[in-house]
């Protein structure tokens, strides 16, 4: 089973929107709605931020959403601000009860 | 409010074996529906699951790590394990216990701890 694919870098201007993908196949992204986001500040502990493809866990801002097309999920994060700037990663459940990790978006707010 | 604590050693000799523990507190490891995991994320590098484990025995592993990898929980110490055996440089990385969800999702993180292989 490979990585989930997701663009390397992404970019945007304050109050402007970005999304970032997460391409799999029919066995992990298309197979299942159990795909997820996480935020990963430097140095710091991934954090939650969407779950079963477009619910936010309490806390998490509106601004984030998710959804997913075939077997490709999307993050949007709408109205960017500077705390936004991290990596992205997304996760989906696979085949076999394997969890695959995309290799992660580095978003920078220009 | 759910705490994960993760502890071991910061550097395990090549061909031995990396365990850790991670230290639960705040909540219940026996909720119906929820599993104990673990994590890596090699320096500068991406997150790669290593397996996730029940409290009723049930356990699952990343197969890119080839049978090396055994994840025990341990209710009664509110805590859950890590062994890594036979590790190379190739296994230096921060290491993550989570708290998985019912949808496979990670919802509560520990720190992280940073294990160092020696080439």
């Known amino acids: 089973q490979s990585a989930l694919t997701q663009p390397p870098s992404a970019s945007g201007s304050p109050g402007q929107s970005v999304t970032i993908s997460c391409t799999g196949t029919?066995?992990?992204?298309?197979?299942?709605?159990?795909v997820s986001w996480y935020q990963q500040h430097p140095g710091k502990a991934p954090k939650f931020m969407i779950f079963e493809v477009t619910k936010r866990p309490s806390g998490v801002p509106d601004r984030f959403s998710g959804s997913k097309s075939g077997n490709t999920a999307s993050l949007t994060v709408s109205g960017l601000q500077a705390e936004d700037e991290a990596d992205y990663y997304c996760t989906s459940y696979a085949d076999s009860n394997t969890i695959l990790f995309g290799g992660g978006t580095k978003l920078t707010v220009l | 409010q759910l705490q994960l604590q993760e502890s071991g050693p910061g550097l395990v000799k090549p061909s031995e074996t990396l365990s850790l523990t991670c230290i639960v507190s705040?909540?219940?490891?026996?909720?119906?529906?929820?599993?104990w995991g673990w994590i890596r994320q090699p320096p500068g590098k991406g997150l790669e699951w290593i397996g996730t484990a029940s409290y009723s025995g049930s356990a699952y592993y990343n197969p890119s790590l080839k049978g090396r990898v055994t994840i025990s929980v341990d209710t009664s110490k509110t805590q859950f394990s890590l062994n890594l055996s036979s590790v190379t440089a190739a296994d230096t990385a921060v290491y993550y216990c989570?708290?998985?969800?019912?949808?496979?999702?990670?919802?509560?993180w520990g720190q992280g701890t940073l294990v160092t292989v020696p080439s």
């Open positions: 989570v708290r998985q969800g019912p949808s496979r999702y990670f919802g509560y």
């Open positions: 705040g909540g219940s490891m026996n909720t119906r529906g929820y599993s």
């Open positions: 029919s066995s992990d992204v298309g197979g299942y709605d159990y």
